[in-house]
């Protein structure tokens, strides 16, 4: 996982100070970020700079998984929240390589079916 940044100030800290703090810490120069996240490199620097206030969620998702980040963080800016697919949560939360991760969500599947079988015959809608 990457260093964490230091932290612009307070919670009136924009996107674009958000993404430019965690390419910065990093290590990443701006080129190398839009490549990884497959953005143009001129659209990421008006992100960072504030000329493009609403990017979309799909263009702050892969932002956060080149920055190896909660896409949450930055997702909050532009008011979507989301829960993490399991496989990536338990990567994140517990350290676990991507077998570990894979592992993990398959046995709880399992867990929650049993549970299901046990206490109820049908799922609940969601």
Do not use: C, W
């Not at 120069?29 to 620097?45: E, F, K, P, V």
Request: net charge negative; glycine share 4%; proline share 5%.
């Amino acid at each position: 996982m990457i260093d964490t940044p230091k932290q612009p100030a307070g919670d009136d800290a924009s996107l674009g100070a958000v993404i430019r703090s965690h390419r910065e810490a990093a290590g990443y120069s701006a080129r190398q970020l839009a490549t990884m996240a497959g953005i143009n490199y001129a659209y990421l620097t008006r992100l960072e700079t504030g000329d493009r206030s609403k990017p979309t969620a799909d263009v702050l998702q892969r932002l956060a998984e080149a920055l190896e980040i909660d896409a949450d963080e930055l997702l909050r800016f532009i008011g979507v929240k989301t829960l993490p697919e399991p496989r990536a949560y338990y990567r994140r939360a517990y350290k676990l390589t991507d077998d570990e991760a894979a592992e993990a969500e398959q046995r709880m599947d399992e867990v929650i079916a049993d549970l299901r079988r046990r206490h109820r015959t049908e799922p609940e809608a969601e």
